[in-house]
């Protein structure tokens, strides 16, 4: 199964009835900055505070998702019995906003996710929050992207002028 616009809206509202505050990235953040949804997704992405992980699993089990795999509190793979998917990365947040991968310190370098990176989009119709533009583009950088991915940071580039690395222009 994938993950439609709805189960997306529903995991966004259960998360913020328990005070966890997502932000979408990876394809569903896409969609969001493009304001339609373009292809079919396996999972959502969401990126959560390292200390809203925990209520944020909790919430999720009361409607039916379990966990399949994790790495620590770092990152948190959940799926339910309608095989649909939700994978949270955690990071680190300074009092300005800017963010680490929960792999990292606040003082080791610049942030992973700059305060100003945290913008929204729009998810059948519902402002949500999301990841910019630039660094969804970044996040897509370090592996062999698969036509989808391309497919992402090309819709990203023509839209919003982000640069577009050449292993993702189609020749």
């Known amino acids: 199964m994938t993950m439609e616009a709805q189960d997306v809206l529903d995991v966004l509202t259960v998360l913020a009835e328990a005070g966890v505050s997502p932000t979408l990235e990876g394809g569903w953040g896409v969609e969001a900055l493009l304001g339609a949804q373009h292809r079919d997704h396996a999972d959502v992405d969401l990126v959560i505070d390292l200390r809203e992980v925990k209520p944020a699993v909790e919430a999720l089990a009361e409607v039916g998702f379990d966990v399949m795999e994790h790495e620590g509190v770092a990152t948190v793979r ?29 003082g080791d370098g610049p942030p992973d996710i700059p305060a100003e990176s945290f913008t929204y989009g729009w998810v059948a119709g519902r402002q949500v929050p999301c990841l910019s533009p630039e660094v969804q583009a970044s996040l897509h950088r370090g592996y062999e992207p698969s036509d989808d991915d391309r497919d992402d940071v090309l819709r990203l580039g023509e839209r919003f002028h982000t640069p577009v690395p050449a292993e993702y222009r189609r020749y």
Do not use: F, K
């Open 78 to 106: 959940l799926g339910d019995n309608y095989d649909r998917v939700i994978d949270l990365r955690s990071v680190a947040s300074d009092v300005h906003g800017n963010a680490w991968v929960a792999t990292r310190d606040p």
